[in-house]
């Protein structure tokens, strides 16, 4: 049972264009955190979510968290070629805090 | 420089014979774990480890083993490899609820 539902699955954009990556569950979390992945290379952490409803900006990207946190969402405002890569959430289900659940992630290419 | 070590980055074996992936952190994290990344399939965890000599299975832990001997090493053992194992392998690092920090990737082949 997959807990992180991350849609879209792939995405590919036009340099300049704005998208909106989204993260869902019907569990509730205790934090969530976003990860972005390189090909061949470890996923690095982007940022990390706590409070219901709390946004936070990276440069162009924007991540909020929903008020029950049971999702999130990674907005990112004028995609650039370097903002290529996969795009995961993950979090820890309030439930069980020794365990960091994944989403399958989204593939996003951006071309110039 | 805060990092986590895997080694090696390549790996081609024969199907039945054992293996050892290296992995060691230096930022003094109680948690350690593996993960293996297959396309369409994600990351799922092998393996973890809360504390020295605390080991626990993840989703997939057939066909592997680990040990923590030590805080700072988690070595992946794989007692009889077969072609299914054929997959890139991740060590990741943390203090508990934490960031997790990931070497950079061990790409093994299984023929």
């Known amino acids: 049972t997959q807990l992180l539902e991350q849609s879209p699955q792939f995405l590919s954009i036009q340099e300049g264009e704005n998208l909106t990556v989204y993260c869902n569950s019907s569990s509730v979390f205790s934090s969530l955190q976003w990860y972005r992945q390189e090909p061949g290379e470890g996923p690095v952490l982007l940022v990390t979510?706590?409070?219901g409803g709390e946004v936070k900006k990276l440069k162009r990207l924007t991540f909020q968290f929903g008020d029950a946190r049971k999702d999130s969402s990674l907005h990112i405002t004028a995609a650039q070629p370097g903002d290529t890569g996969l795009y995961l959430c993950a979090g820890y289900n309030a439930g069980n805090n020794r365990k960091l659940i994944w989403g399958l992630g989204t593939s996003l290419a951006v071309n110039p | 420089e805060a990092q986590v070590t895997q080694n090696p980055r390549y790996l081609i074996t024969v199907t039945g014979k054992k293996l050892t992936v290296t992995c060691s952190q230096n930022m003094n994290h109680e948690y350690m774990s593996w993960y293996r990344q297959d396309p369409g399939l994600g990351l799922r965890q092998i393996y973890y480890?809360?504390?020295?000599?605390?080991?626990d299975k993840g989703d997939v832990p057939e066909g592997y083993k680990v040990s923590r001997k030590e805080k700072r090493n988690f070595p992946l053992i794989l007692e009889s490899p077969s072609p299914n194992q054929t997959s890139l392998y991740f060590c990741a690092s943390s203090f508990l609820q934490g960031e997790a920090f990931f070497g950079q990737g061990t790409r093994l082949t299984v023929v």
């Open positions: 480890s809360m504390n020295v000599e605390v080991t």
């Open positions: 979510v706590v409070t």
